[in-house]
């Protein structure tokens, strides 16, 4: 079992300065790495090399590009609000760093001959209190590509302000079936109550809600939406460069990190051992062994945005808002109502050990089906309510096509007529 709440708030003032330091080199270091590891795997599914000559396997890449960006000259568009424009990138760095201070990395420790978890705070909202921080960071996209003065930016701006918005509801349902089942929105207790059986196992519908609804959270690929640029050119950070734009590309990699690590936390066990190694090794969840376990969960979810990225094509805006509206939030709103349904059945008694599983199992089978099925109904009846095409619109005796959008075609209301000139004698 992990440390509970009163665990926290009893640190002396320089072990929670020597946390927040750790924290943040860690966040730093793996934003590096992850740029790295991202490159050198699209590179391999692409048949590349990808960095591989600053430093040992390239490692010092993401470095050099860090150290250029902040030496690159730094330019201001004349039409920008110059206030907005530097504080936007501020306000997504800052809360992206500020969300890790609620996750837990491991147990109680010995640090510096003190006793203390390692994590640097909790409170009996810490979930909420990750999703309210994160949430800032929207102003900062919104703002940055409205304080531009471009027209791109502001379209990257408002796609990515509804995107995370429209996200964030099936997120926050997905999440809701955790604390159900935890009973407690705490994250050491959560990560407590999968002592023995991991979340993502018993709510395997919540978990792959959540994982969908994350990297539409950080526009991330097929979900990048706000920086098309194919459409856009770069989104919202368009008029960026030098720091500022390395602030944008640095928040979202520790974006990245923060919905992956609260994956890790809610839905795998957290910190705790895999595969139950801690029955056949009595010493996997004590002391920093733990860390291990928790990061190798982060960088497999890390994976998974590399895997997609170099898999999935980016996805019409259309399709990706109602694939949000109409499929993710109606399901886990479906499956809330039967999570909360089987925990009372479970305290009343109303079901035995021995068939809650079965149910359980049924309802996710079914639950499944109905996310995997509702697109394909929506879109058989898309097509079966498609018009029948008319008959072909010819003007003078030549076909002429239909208009795009369905209207009238010019000169295909009256055929050609030809008349001869009273002057002339000539036919016109």
Known sequence: MGPGLDAFGNDPWWIVLIKAGLIFLVLVLLTLFNIWWERRVVAR??????????GPFGLLQSLADGVKLMLKEDIIPKAADKVVFVLAPILVVVPAFVTFSVIP????????????????????????????????????????GWSSGSTYSLLGGLRSSAQMISYEVAMGLALIAVFLYAGSLSTSEIVAAQDDLWFGLILAPSFV?????????????????????GELVG???????????????????????????????????????????????????????????????????????????????????????????????PVALGWIVAVATLRVARLEGWLDGGSLPIVAGVLAVVFVALFFLGGN????????????????????????????????????AAPLTFRTSTLTGEES
């Open 105 to 144: 990395f491991g147990p109680e420790v010995s640090l510096f001959g003190e006793r203390t978890p390692l994590q640097l705070t909790d409170m009996p909202v810490a979930v909420l209190f990750v999703m309210a921080i994160a949430s800032i960071g929207i102003y900062g996209i919104v703002l940055g």
């Open 45 to 54: 599914m692409q048949h590349r090399i990808g960095p591989n000559v600053h």
């Open 209 to 229: 809600i959540y994982v969908i609804s994350m990297v539409g959270e950080t526009n991330r690929a097929p979900f990048d939406l706000p920086e098309a640029e």
């Open 377 to 412: 109904e929506e879109k058989r009846g898309a097509d079966e309510a498609e018009p029948e095409p008319a008959e072909p619109v010819t003007a003078g005796g030549f076909p002429v096509p239909p208009m795009p959008a369905g209207g009238p075609v010019r000169g295909a």
């Open 235 to 329: 989104g919202f950070h368009t008029e960026y460069s030098s720091i500022k734009f390395a602030l944008f590309f640095l928040g979202e990699y520790i974006n990245m990190a923060t919905v992956s690590a609260l994956a890790t936390t809610l839905f795998l066990g957290g910190w705790h051992a895999p595969f139950w190694i801690d029955e056949i090794w009595e010493g996997a969840n004590e002391g920093y062994v733990p860390v291990i376990w928790f990061f190798g969960k982060v960088l497999f979810f890390v994976f998974l945005f590399i895997w997609l990225r170099g898999t999935l094509p980016r996805l019409r805006y259309d399709q990706f808002m109602n694939f949000g509206w109409k499929v993710l939030i």
